[in-house]
């Protein structure tokens, strides 16, 4: 089945690092995802990783995959107070038709200056 | 270029009225997805299309009407509203493309309060 869990809360201090944790179940995931939804405001993508690496960098962002433990996490490096948000990750797999993404039930960052 | 956008932004109905979430995309994306989103519950898919003509249901169908008649839109219809149906609901579409483009485009979302 598809299910996907994050912790629900996270709080930070200006200028440290954040690492935002992720379980998945699916072993056929393909692409797993971690978006960012600020206050009312849609969804919207910070990265992605393929099933078939390990880790992505991308500026301050840091995504590590363990297929093994099927555990994906969000490092974000020198957190500034505008990356407090509720952060998404989300798995889609090449079996569902029409590109479906489970998601998880979100992580909100909060950081304190 | 609007990307997905999403009309209207706030709406409070009365239990036993109706109602059409508006969608609409400007980016040619065939593949387009009504999620309502519950206070720390994450985003749960109500309905998704393929195409123009094609439409399925996702985890949360029930309550709920789609039609895709153009590639560009997308409305949800809340036919008999109930409070279970107070969330706010996001739209979003996806392209066909080459794999590294499998993200959403998502629009900003309506909040609506059944009372």
């Known amino acids: 089945g598809e299910d996907v869990e994050q912790s629900l809360f996270l709080s930070v201090r200006e200028g440290d690092s954040s690492v935002i944790n992720c379980t998945y179940t699916?072993?056929?995931?393909?692409?797993l995802y971690w978006y960012k939804q600020e206050p009312g405001a849609g969804l919207q993508l910070l990265t992605y990783?393929?099933?078939?690496?390990d880790m992505k960098q991308d500026q301050r962002l840091t995504v590590l995959l363990n297929k093994k433990d099927k555990h994906l996490s969000l490092r974000i490096a020198d957190t500034q107070t505008g990356d407090s948000a509720i952060y998404f990750c989300a798995e889609s797999m090449i079996k569902a038709a029409g590109n479906k993404l489970t998601f998880g039930g979100g992580t909100r960052v909060l950081v304190k200056p | 270029n609007a990307g997905v956008t999403q009309t209207p932004k706030f709406r409070i109905l009365k239990i036993g009225q109706s109602m059409t979430l508006q969608c609409t995309q400007d980016?040619?994306?065939?593949?387009m997805y009504w999620y309502r989103q519950d206070p720390g519950m994450g985003l749960k898919l109500i309905y998704y299309s393929v195409g123009a003509g094609i439409t399925d249901k996702g985890e949360v169908p029930n309550g709920y009407n789609v039609s895709r008649s153009t590639t560009e839109d997308f409305p949800l219809r809340l036919e008999l509203a109930a409070p279970s149906q107070t969330s706010v609901y996001f739209c979003?579409?996806?392209?066909?493309?080459?794999?590294?483009?499998?993200?959403?485009?998502f629009g900003s979302g309506t909040r609506l309060t059944v009372v």
């Open positions: 979003a579409s996806s392209t066909t493309g080459p794999v590294a483009n499998y993200g959403y485009t």
């Open positions: 699916d072993s056929s995931s393909t692409y």
């Open positions: 980016m040619n994306h065939n593949y």
């Open positions: 990783i393929f099933s078939n690496m």
